[in-house]
């Protein structure tokens, strides 16, 4: 015992030949490991996005790269605010933003408020429920388009088997007041479950010494659920949001998929007035103008969001 | 027996249990009905698949695997009469649409590309990812919690927002539609997930055993190599599959900067087509085929999942 101790500190005690070789100091140890990652970033990320911004100021047009480009000053940001259709475009997103958000909440923590009841198999089912969320939306989203056609499709089958309508009459895709909520549809099928997830982490979060001391008090169960249960997992369900909030607001693969935009420009969200711009009529430097303001936008909510996340917490 | 415990939350009653039992079950079995459907019609011949009312019992038939692989010609029954015998099932029952198999079709290809591209970036941003954790929970990085931040606001940037600069960077460089430059922009979006996952699961391994193996003459990268490592495998692989799914789930970047020798299955498979529309039994072969590797991934990941899809925000 005592030899292995002395053996150790004698490996312990580097020799001059290993303290060379050890070379590199923590310090710059930690810059060797985080520098290819930063260098990646600033190449992929940062530096296209110092090109857009200056792009965002001239007229540059991507199709046509040996015309002169012009610098115009703040022109196309004026240009973009006092555009209508991008309002409207924005009006779109919010739209959808605010619906997904609310049903997804709204059916995600009743779905995680039941399995956390514990019935028998719950994980199983759980698991189940899970599935659609890992799917891609392009490849799903796509599909969705023969779910929803108007005779053959099952899910216009279902609708009028349930409800009367003859299934011709129900156009989701086509129909400019049922097409947005085409797409709110299957966001909310497939990202329900993610809400779900992370207010069932909250629930289970909850102390239960906390609800016995409820039960000694003689609360009601209604009493429980609104001092008890909400409050306690509102910062897991407030974390929900945020991630939904971003990821819908830059919603793009199944809007493209399921409508294009359409019908006329009905579902045309933020991002598919961006991809419109930017590479279908290669207004370069205005939809770059455009995408900065996008992320501007997300950006400072976000940031406003999660100062409230963390009073929210704290209390 | 007391009356309260039987209303208690704590232990929810018989009665509360079944009933959510049944809603949960019920929502369950609805949720998955759209992919039973894309799974059934992958089965179903072209006229079932549009057959009125939605066929539930059907005949089933790989017509739709036939026209994923191929790609058909129409010709006319004097043509195909002439021809020899069918050599294979595909080319039977192409016949039997007064159709020849003119080639294989683009899915191989796409398919493969999809592969490479996912498990490219995936090595890449897992590789960069654990290195850049272990730098952040072990030393003291100056701003570190700037670094993190501007790591995770990649993220947030609108895909087609950053899909324009790289649209011209790549064209400049070379790069438009090459698996390589599809890799490194995969990597750059991943990386930031697997930078604060993996800080996540490195900074729950306890300092003291790297600490006790370079007291016994292990070098600082020794240490990572031999002690840190092998126990965050379980985060590596966890993570690793989060980068994985993204890659391949991803559709806005690869539809607007490939458009050929790079393109990835999911903007291939909505265009599909077979006379008159999209050939939906051809899709949903293409789309079962391309959703199960990430079905079987769901349930190896479903204990982490949660950890993933909050960005390790939520452990547990």
New interface residues.
Partial sequence: MLNRTAE?VA??T?EPL?RK??G?S??G??????S???L??L???I???F??IY?SFTNYR?NRPNEVVKNLGFANYQRILGDQDIWIAMQTTAHFVFWTILLQTLIGFT?AW??D??????AF????????????????G??????YEP????FA?AISFVSGIP?TNIQMLSNVSLAPWSIIIVDT?MWT??VM??CL?GL??IP?YI??AA?VDRAS?WR?FWSI?LPMALP?IM?AVL?RG?EN??M??MV??LTGGGPGSTTEV??IT??RQ??ESWR?GY??AF??I??VA??GL?NIYVKALNKVKQR | MSLTTAHSVVAPSGASKRIAGAIIIAYALISIVPLLWIFATSFKTPPDSIAYPPKILFQPSLEGYCNLFTTRTRQTPEYINSLGPATSFCDETTRKRNMVIAGPSNFVPRFVNSLIIAFGSTFCAVFLGTLSAYGFSRFKVPLADDLLFFILSTRMMPPIAVAIPIYLMYRELGLSDTALGMILLYTAVNVSLAVWLLKGFIDEIPREYEEAAMIDGYTRLQAFWRTVLPQATTGIAATAIFCLIFAWNEYAFAALLTSGTAQTAPPFIPTIIGEGGQDWPAVAAGTTIFLVPILVFTILLRKQLLRGITFGAVRK
Avoid: C
Wanted: charged share 15%.
């Fill in positions: 150790n490996r312990a580097p290993a070789v050890r590199i923590d310090k140890l930690a810059w060797l490991f985080i290819p990652t930063i990646l970033l190449a992929i990320n530096f296209p996005l090109w857009a792009l991507a779905l039941l399995i009841r514990k019935f028998r198999s719950h089912w759980t698991t189940l429920i899970l599935v659609p969320m890992m799917l891609s939306p392009a490849v799903v796509n599909f969705w388009r023969f779910l005779q053959i499709g099952l089958y299934p099928w479950p993610y997830l992370i982490a289970r979060s239960e609800y016995e039960e169960n429980q249960t897991f974390l991630f971003i607001f830059k793009f693969d493209n998929l933020a991002s961006l991809k930017a590479f370069t939809s770059s995408a900065i996008l992320f997300v950006f976000a």
